[in-house]
């Protein structure tokens, strides 16, 4: 976990998950790098919130792998849903529900899954995609997190891959175009 520059209330905090994906963002914004994973995504942004003064609001930018064919560019987030929780099995065993899909309002957007899971295998993209449009590690800790402290969140995510068979090598070749492109939505899109 690493905080580049100083939260306070009149200013969005960016979170992302590596350095790579935060290559190209100036410097007039604070930027939490979490590092890959739920876990680690939750523990970051928890700790941030929880030492100081609240942002205005929560951004994860980060790449995205595409679930299905014709998923490129960048996108906001309108739900986002755990895929390596099996919700329906824990309400059955405790009649609560946890991992609940997040309603995020940005509608029209795509789904977003999010899991602990680098989705390099077609058989899990395929099986993915019949709920999601895209997938990633971290956007579901980051919504749930900023929901919690009551501080609005937007997921942020541009396509770097097809996610499945390859996909690791695509992302390592597209990163930093994909860093270029989502420090250029943040110019557009936050003050």
Known sequence: ????????????????????????LDERLPVLLTGIGKINATAALATVLACGELPSQVVNLGTAGALKPGWEGTHEVANVLQHDLDT????????RTYGAPIDLGAGGGPTLATGDLFVSDPAA???LA???????????????????????VRLVKHVSDEA?????????ESVDGCAKVLAAWVRDHLH
């Open 1 to 24: 976990m690493r905080l580049i520059g100083t939260v306070s209330p009149d200013r969005p905090l960016l979170v992302v998950a590596v350095r790579e994906e935060a290559a190209h």
């Open 88 to 95: 329906p099995v824990l309400k059955a065993l405790t009649g």
């Open 125 to 127: 993209r395929d099986r």
């Open 130 to 152: 019949l709920s999601a449009d895209l997938v990633d590690m971290e956007g579901y800790a980051i919504a749930t997190v900023a929901r919690r402290a009551e501080v609005p």
């Open 164 to 172: 499945g068979e390859g996909a690791d090598l695509t992302w390592r």
